[in-house]
Structure formats: structure tokens, C-alpha cells
């Protein structure tokens, strides 16, 4: 059996690269509007195709930087050109990877040497959380896009001046919340907001149990030397390699998993919570700073009255995985990054869709659910274009249409499906879930603390 | 709702106390054997041990990096079902030793995209950075050299244990010459359609976990052993842990 197909066609400019991703760039940002999440068509006179390479750099090769370039390497027209990390183990093995892909690609240890000197077109962020700011501000105003892995800060703060860097560069910024475009969540949210299945929301309810986290080592001889590491803000090579473990660099694992999650209920809900009542803790591994459970009692407001939900984030059983819930006065929803899990629970007195005679079904819990197949729970013809396109893109690695969508948004064929000016109202929402635990008291969130 | 009570009961009293800090887990010893079917070892492989003298192989595992089934079994793959049951005891004569333990082990050239090729049989076998070597992308192969002739009685492969991945064509044949071309026999292959050209497995494909992949190889006599990967569920590209080749000198 062999592994992903290798073949590997490269985009042939017709116009100078620059020019064309100049241009472009104007006309995808002008499709960005306020609140706005689905990709949209080009507008007319927005230039269709690759008419050039997208020169790409990576901030971070850890393993979070190393999935995303596995998952963007192989996109046509996306060149990476450098790879900056403090680490050189990290950094050597990440520009090795794009060299076995055919891009050879510059070492830097300072990113900002590498927004200077390679002339880059984007740049994939991948570092912990409290660089975010720093780093992705930097590269907006290099003149380069940003895709910046979440969370986006480890303070409302530094996730906002990063909105507000965006806003003045005119420069893309997407966040990596790769479930706005994964085209199962796609799909689910249409049938939510479209298609209206659940009628009126009542109550969400998500997790992400994970087994408890091993420490991370790292092999002899790579020990950064202590100067180093003071040069980049960590007090050690256990600090640089468990980062999520500490306060100062990380968002805690509500930011980890739970931001993932919560932005699915924002985004399909569209809009922010209004209060939110948590308790947290280290039971597991009392030790690290950052606890090892997480749990949250929401309260959204949306037009259609008020929603109730609870997410929880737990570090050290895999009991159940991670999913979310919505449910509603005419049915539920359950859906998971796992494509395994994509359920419709319709409610007996609700409205029957047409499409449900040709759905397929299981029985889970006893109760008969739907199975959210793309090309079967949909009002167009089960075998339209559209599904059968869909249902591929779902078969890619999970990161890859995410990734997608920000290039396709550089050259102004779309808009981005998870601009910051949105992740920003993600973001507040885990970070004051942090400060809810801190406080053991419910928190009232205004509106206008989730205005970047 | 049992959650949202016990959060409510939870912030009305002293519940946030930290319990006692649990132990850390260790790493576990166990004995295995194989779950493994259709080991294609040739007719005449040398049986030089009564199978009532054997004695239960120790091995020592590393800690587990991921727990639980995984649930996306790729389709139409040959992948077998994971059963969440520890591996039975796998019985091998006495005397017998990891003859691979620190020995060089070659790559047919492939430059590493990280680690060195040493780091298969240096004892690591954790799901940590700086624990394995990473080839490139394709068909890819490690060689140990056992220094001579062994009576082998069980391989072990650990790819990459840190996540659910399956590796497509896993061959392990052993030989001769170095070259494998003098009396090259297959131990396992689970390449079902030939990609690799080695011919057709019938071996299934396997999640990767913490226990490693045994491999039985039915007391088979030879020097070289050979480990082939087609990259896997997570990449392209190929990664080695650790092998292990138990077995006894030939004396």
C-alpha cells in the first residue's frame, strides 16, 4: 500500500510573482467584511488560477510547524523559502523535510533576520503562544501574510494589538482554527444556519479528554547553552520543550484544545458568550502552572434566545475523546474532528427533511442518528459537484483546507474563514475562562470586550 | 448535566484542594508475544530448541504515549483491529539475547531528516524527540548487521509510537550477504498490492503503539536483518525507534 501520492506539479508564473500577490492581496482583503466567515467567490478583476508562487516561511518547526508543512507542501503554487526556530534540532529538521519536497529552504534562529532577508510572501507561525504577538506583528508589518497557529496570544492584550497590526498592515491574518474550513464543519454549520435542523439552540456541551501529557525531552548534545535561552525568554530546556506547561508562554489547556472548541460554538451560534462560570485546577501533575482540568459554564445570547453550555478540558483521562454538541428544540448535532463522529439526532415533532430517506443511519445510545455524510444530508442532488469536491477536501490532512483557504485568500480568490478580527472574540473567550477559574466567581463578558 | 452539577458542587465548597499528587507512571516490563498471522519463515527453518524448554522473553517497554483505541482506521487497508489487550507472553529458548543492542545499522545511504541511524538500536524507545531517526519520504530500508550468524527467535520493530499511525509495506527479511542476495527470507510483509516489489504480503497492517511490532522468526538462522517502511497514516516519511533481534549465538 503505498503512502500519498508523490507527484508534485509546479505553478508556472505568468505574471511576476510579487505583482500579481500585490494585487491580489488588495482584492481579497477588500472581501473581508465584518462577521463574515464563508469563503466567498473572487470578485470581478480578481486574477483566477496560480499566476505565481507564494514564497512561504515557518516560524517554529516543532511538531506543530512540521504538521502544518506537511499539510501546505504539496498545495500548488506554495514555495517555502526559510524556516526560522531558536532551536537548530527543530529548525534543521523542518528545512530537511522541505528538501526531501523539493524546497530548499533558508535557516534562520532570528525570525526577524528571515522577515529581512527572504523576501517572503507569508509565513506560517508555529511557536508558543507568547511569541505570537511579537512575531506575527513583525511579519504584518514586513509587509507579509500571516497564518498564526492558536492561540492567538496568552493575553487579550497581545491579541489585540495583532487585530489591530492586521487592520493597519492590510496584511492577511488568519488563525489556526482549522475547523472553519474543514468541510464537515462547513457543512454542519450550513445545515445549522441554513438549513435551520435544530431550530432554536438551547444548550451546547463540548470536551477534549486527553490522556495525561508526557514530558517532552530532548536529545543529547542539543541542550541549547544558557545564554541562549536567556536571549529568548526561558529559564531552560525543560521550559523551551514544555512550554504548555507554563504560565508565562502558554494559554493553559483551554487555550491548548478548548479554544477549538469553543470558537466552533461561537462561530456556528455567531456570537460571543455573554458570561462564563469556571473552575480549574492541577490535580495530575500539581507541579506544572497551567492545570490539568478545565471546566466552563457558558451563556450565549443569540437573537433566537438564550444558550446554555458547558465545555470541559481534562489532562489526564481520554474518557470519551473530544466532540461537540449542539442541541436544539428540533434536533441535535454532534460533531468531532474525528471524521467518525458526525451525528443528527432530529427531534420526533420536528420538521422531517427530504433528504433523510436517503441518509445513512445508526443507532447510538440507543437512539437512531442520522450520519452527517456531506454527499447525503444535503438539499442538492446527492451527487452534485459540489459534495463530491467536498467530501475529498475532507479527506485531506486535517490542517491542508485551512491552509488552502489562506493561500486561496492571498491571491483574492477568497476570504479567509477565520480572520483574526473573529479568533479575537475565540480568544477572549478562553483567556477569560482563565480568568473565571482565577476569580471562582461566574464573569458577566460585555460586547465590547470581544471589539479587537 | 452530572458535569454541571458536579462543577456547581464543586465551586460551593472546598473542593479545589488538590488532591495527593499521583505517582508517575513507570515504564513497564512485560513479556509478549506475537498476535501476528501468517509469518512466512521458509519450511526449513532450523528448530533447535524444544518448544517446552522456552522461556518467556522480557522485554522492556516504553511508557505508553498514547492510550486507548484508535478510531480512525483507515479504509480499505488491511489495518487489524486494535484489541486493547496487553500482548501473551511470547516464549523463546533460554540463553537468549537482544543481539542487536547497540550494533551500527545502516541505511543503504539515506541521508536522516533528523536523528542518526544509531539511535535504532541504542536502547530508546521512547515517543520523544531525540528517541528516533526520521528517512525521507518512499520506500526506505534499515540493515543490521548481527556480526555473524544468529538463531533468531523474534524481531521487534517500533516505528513511532507517539501517535495512532499505521506504516504502509513493513517488511523485515533477514539474509545472508549483506546485499540480500543469498538466501533472503521474509519474515513479515504486509505490503498487500507489492508496492515495494518484494512481493505480496499477507501480513496485516498494524497500528503502531508502545509495545512494538513482534515478529516471530520461527528460530531462523542469519546475520543480516533488513526493516523496509513505505512511510505511513501520519506522512510520508519513515521513522525508526528501535529494533530489537532477539536471538542466540550459533555457536
Known amino acids: ?452 | 448535566m452530572k458535569a454541571l452539577l458536579a462543577l456547581l458542587l464543586l465551586l460551593a465548597g472546598p473542593g479545589f484542594a488538590a488532591p495527593a499528587k499521583a505517582k508517575p507512571a513507570k515504564p513497564t516490563v512485560s513479556a509478549t508475544t506475537t498476535g501476528d498471522r501468517g509469518v512466512s519463515a521458509s519450511a526449513e527453518t532450523p528448530r533447535s530448541s524444544a518448544a517446552d524448554d522456552r522461556v518467556p522473553l522480557d522485554l522492556k517497554l516504553p511508557k505508553p504515549a498514547f492510550i486507548g483505541t484508535p478510531r480512525n482506521v483507515p479504509a480499505g487497508t488491511t489495518v487489524e483491529k486494535v484489541s486493547g489487550k496487553l500482548r501473551p507472553p511470547f516464549r523463546v529458548p533460554p540463553g537468549t539475547v537482544n543481539l542487536a543492542a547497540g550494533l551500527p545499522a545502516g541505511a543503504g545511504g539515506s541521508e536522516p531528516l533528523v536523528g542518526e541511524a544509531k539511535l535504532i538500536t541504542d536502547g530508546d524507545k521512547e515517543a520523544t524527540d531525540g528517541s528516533y531517526v526520521e528517512f525521507g519520504r518512499g520506500l526506505k530500508s534499515v540493515t543490521i548487521d548481527l556480526g555473524a550468524n544468529g538463531e533468531l527467535a523474534a524481531i521487534l520493530v517500533w516505528h513511532y509510537h507517539g501517535d495512532p499511525r499505521v506504516y504502509h509495506d513493513v517488511v523485515v527479511q533477514v539474509a545472508d550477504d549483506p546485499d540480500f542476495i543469498t538466501n533472503v527470507r521474509t519474515l513479515y510483509n504486509n505490503d498487500a498490492d507489492n508496492t515495494a516489489g518484494l512481493g505480496v504480503g499477507r501480513d496485516r497492517e498494524y497500528f503502531e503503539t508502545y509495545e512494538g511490532r513482534l515478529i516471530d522468526a520461527k528460530l531462523v538462522k542469519a546475520r543480516y536483518v533488513k526493516l523496509w517502511s513505505n512511510g505511513s497514516t501520519a506522512d510520508e516519511m519513515n521513522r525508526y525507534t528501535e529494533v530489537e533481534v532477539y536471538g542466540r549465538p550459533v555457536k
Open chain 1, 1 to 452: 500500500m503505498s503512502a500519498m501520492p508523490r507527484a508534485r506539479k509546479k505553478a508556472q508564473p505568468a505574471v511576476s510573482r510579487r505583482d500579481f500577490l500585490a494585487s491580489a492581496a488588495l482584492a481579497g482583503a477588500s472581501l473581508i467584511l465584518p462577521g463574515r466567515t464563508r469563503a466567498a467567490p473572487a470578485s470581478a478583476g480578481a486574477a483566477k488560477g496560480s499566476a505565481g508562487d507564494i514564497k512561504v516561511g515557518l516560524i517554529g518547526g516543532g511538531s506543530q510547524g512540521r504538521t502544518l508543512l506537511v499539510a501546505a507542501v504539496k498545495i500548488p503554487g506554495v514555495k517555502f523559502a526559510a524556516v526560522a526556530d531558536i532551536w537548530p534540532y527543530h529548525s534543521r529538521y523542518a528545512a530537511n523535510i522541505l528538501k526531501e519536497y523539493g524546497h530548499p529552504a533558508a535557516v534562520y534562529e532570528d525570525y526577524r533576520e528571515m522577515l529581512a532577508k527572504a523576501s517572503l510572501d507569508a509565513v506560517l507561525i508555529a511557536t508558543p503562544d507568547w511569541v505570537h504577538a511579537e512575531q506575527t506583528i513583525a511579519a504584518l508589518r514586513a509587509g507579509v501574510h500571516v497564518y498564526c497557529e492558536k492561540e492567538m496570544a496568552n493575553t487579550v492584550g497581545d491579541a489585540r494589538a495583532m487585530v489591530k497590526a492586521a487592520a493597519e498592515t492590510g496584511k492577511l491574518l488568519q488563525i489556526g482554527h482549522q475547523r472553519r474550513s474543514n468541510p464537515r464543519y462547513r457543512h454542519a454549520e450550513s445545515l445549522v444556519n441554513g438549513e435551520g435542523v435544530l431550530g432554536r439552540i438551547t444548550h451546547v456541551y463540548g470536551q477534549w479528554n486527553r490522556p495525561k501529557p508526557l514530558e517532552q525531552g530532548w536529545p543529547k548534545g542539543s541542550d541549547l547553552d544558557a545564554a541562549a535561552l536567556a536571549r529568548w525568554g526561558y529559564g531552560s530546556m525543560e521550559q523551551l520543550r514544555n512550554w504548555r506547561w507554563y504560565r508565562k508562554y502558554a494559554s493553559g489547556p483551554i487555550g491548548d484544545l478548548g479554544s477549538h472548541q469553543l470558537d466552533v460554538f461561537n462561530w456556528f451560534l455567531r456570537v460571543p458568550p455573554v458570561s462564563v462560570l469556571a473552575a480549574g485546577g492541577a490535580d495530575v501533575q500539581p507541579e506544572h502552572e497551567w492545570g490539568d482540568y478545565t471546566m466552563g459554564i457558558y451563556e450565549w445570547r443569540p437573537p433566537t434566545g438564550p444558550v446554555r453550555g458547558y465545555y470541559q478540558v481534562l489532562s489526564s483521562t481520554s474518557h470519551g475523546g473530544y466532540y461537540e454538541v449542539l442541541m436544539g428544540e428540533g434536533g441535535s448535532l454532534e460533531i468531532s474532528e474525528d471524521p467518525k463522529v458526525g451525528f443528527f439526532y432530529r427531534e420526533p415533532q420536528a420538521q422531517r427533511r427530504q433528504w433523510e430517506d436517503e441518509a445513512s443511519r445508526v443507532s447510538k445510545m440507543g437512539r437512531d442518528a442520522i450520519e452527517l455524510k456531506i454527499g447525503e444530508t444535503r438539499k442538492e442532488a446527492k451527487r452534485s459537484r459540489r459534495a463530491i469536491e467536498a467530501e475529498a477536501d475532507a479527506r485531506k490532512p486535517l490542517h491542508q483546507p485551512h491552509l488552502e483557504n489562506f493561500f486561496d485568500a492571498i491571491r483574492g480568490k477568497v476570504a479567509l474563514t477565520c480572520p483574526a478580527s473573529e479568533a479575537f472574540a475565540t480568544a477572549v473567550t478562553a483567556l477569560r475562562t482563565n480568568d473565571a477559574v482565577a476569580a471562582s466567581t461566574p464573569l458577566a463578558l460585555a460586547p465590547a470586550e470581544f471589539v479587537p
